[in-house]
Nanobody
Framework: QVQLVESGGGLVQAGGSLRLSCAASPSISIFRDMGWYRQAPGKQRELVARVRGPGSADYADSVKGRFTVSRDTDNNMLHLQMNNLKPEDTALYYC??????????WGQGTQVTVSS
């Protein structure tokens, strides 16, 4: 079964850090592009960071310089290192994997809450 499972969310104070992880099964290699998205209450889901193919990354302007996305092919994991967190980063964070010629796969989400 193809699935993505996120972990690592939690409650943190402003200025703190969290590392989100996304476990891909059966293998991360079936996904061409992978990314992190987030959705805050009352807002649309938005792209946070994305890894295209073997390594180039894109970031939302609001997280540039604070977040780093990485793809660990040896362990079938996608990570999002989040530093200097702000209250406006509070959201449900989702992992997404895009497969060639097939529908994308979404994880179930992990909650990140940043207190001021």
């Amino acid at each position: 079964q193809v699935q993505l499972v996120e972990s690592g969310g939690g409650l943190v104070q402003a200025g703190g850090s969290l590392r989100l992880s996304c476990a891909a099964s059966p293998s991360i290699s079936i996904f061409r592009d992978m990314g992190w998205y987030r959705q805050a209450p009352g807002k649309q889901r938005e792209l946070v960071a994305r890894v295209r193919g073997p390594g180039s990354a894109d970031y939302a302007d609001s997280v540039k310089g604070r977040f780093t996305v990485s793809r660990d092919t040896d362990n079938n994991m996608l990570h999002l290192q989040m530093n200097n967190l702000k209250p406006e980063d509070t959201a449900l964070y989702y992992c997404k994997g895009e497969r060639p010629f097939d529908r994308p796969i979404w994880g179930q989400g992990t909650q990140v809450t940043v207190s001021s």
